[in-house]
């Protein structure tokens, strides 16, 4: 009964809205925050005013494709609309249809004065240079935000890539699902696809270009796909290939990258380029990883 109580209070979850109230100290990292929810796949809205925050679900939660995961980010930016915050927090905890959580992000007063001064940017409240004092003025002010606040980091020694770590321990869903594998064809013809982190030139396996029967094919043909890997340099290529990315990828995730970019080109984009592409994709798509696929050049 009990295994029969948790599967089900599990999808109860997964059948509720899930909403981020993002807030904390100015000069804290809220920004670096909200851009890992928006990768997550969050709607996003930075500095709403917590009043309208209800409206704006109910019209999500209204339309044909149901929004499911929402994050807004609330903060002394928003003035007199600012103090209605609580009692949106308040409103979306006690809905049966939410699962609202807050985070509350802030850091030491120096580290946040030392913030300001280094990108010369003014803290909301204040007019002139931030000094500590400014500091304590917006603590005050969020201290009872603070205090119901389900999550607390504190970025003083932190880098970003740690504090999207971090964020995805608390909110990720585990597992690689958070991290996407980008995986693009291309030919050399073209050029090198600008946005790629990883280039890979298939131009070592034999061309099916110059076998009459397979010239007018592409990769995506099983004859072209068989030619391809019945050459042993190309099925030890993709096994060396797989290798190192399940080296490399848990490293680019403790980094904080959300995605890797690999491109796998040859000639023409036509042939050998799509069919490794293809093979890594399913490969990758097995081990657990969430993939996208395309073949720029066909």
């Known amino acids: 009964m009990a295994n029969s109580a948790s599967l089900q209070s599990k999808s109860e979850d997964k059948s509720k809205m899930k909403v981020v109230i993002l807030t904390g100290l100015s000069g804290s990292g809220k920004t670096n925050a909200i851009d890992w929810f928006e990768d997550q796949g969050y709607y996003c809205v930075d500095n709403m005013p917590p009043s309208l925050i209800m409206d704006f679900i109910g019209l999500a939660m209204g339309s044909k494709k149901k929004m499911e995961r929402a994050a807004f980010v609330i903060d002394v930016r928003g003035g007199e609309f600012f103090d209605d915050t609580k009692d949106c927090i308040n409103e979306l905890k006690n809905r049966e249809d939410i699962d609202c959580k807050v985070l509350f992000i802030e850091a030491s007063d120096r580290t946040l004065v030392k913030r300001y001064n280094e ?3 003014n803290h909301p409240l204040a007019e002139g240079s931030t000094t500590r004092e400014v500091i304590l003025l917006e603590k005050e002010r969020l201290k009872d935000l603070r205090s119901v606040s389900d999550y607390i980091i504190d970025t003083t020694n ?11 321990r608390l909110f990720g ?5 958070s991290f996407s594998v980008n ?3 291309f030919g050399y013809k073209r050029g090198i696809p600008s946005e790629a982190d990883l280039v890979f030139d298939m131009r070592f396996i034999p061309n099916p270009y110059y076998v009459a029967s397979l010239k007018k094919l592409t990769g995506n043909n099983k004859k072209v796909y068989n030619y391809v890997f019945k050459q042993p340099v190309a099925e030890k290529f993709i096994g060396d290939l797989l290798r190192l990315l399940e080296d490399l990828i848990p490293s680019y995730i403790l980094e904080g990258k959300q995605h890797l970019n690999i ?6 984009g036509q042939h050998r380029s799509v069919a490794m592409a293809d093979r890594l994709s399913a490969e ?7 993939i996208t696929l395309e073949h720029r050049d066909l």
């Open 284 to 290: 990758l798509k097995e081990r657990g990883y969430r």
């Open 173 to 177: 869903e585990g597992g690689s699902s």
């Open 263 to 268: 491109a796998m080109g040859c000639t023409g």
């Open 158 to 168: 932190m880098k970003v890539s740690e504090l999207q770590v971090e964020i995805g």
């Open 183 to 185: 995986v693009k064809s």
């Open 119 to 121: 990108t010369r940017r």
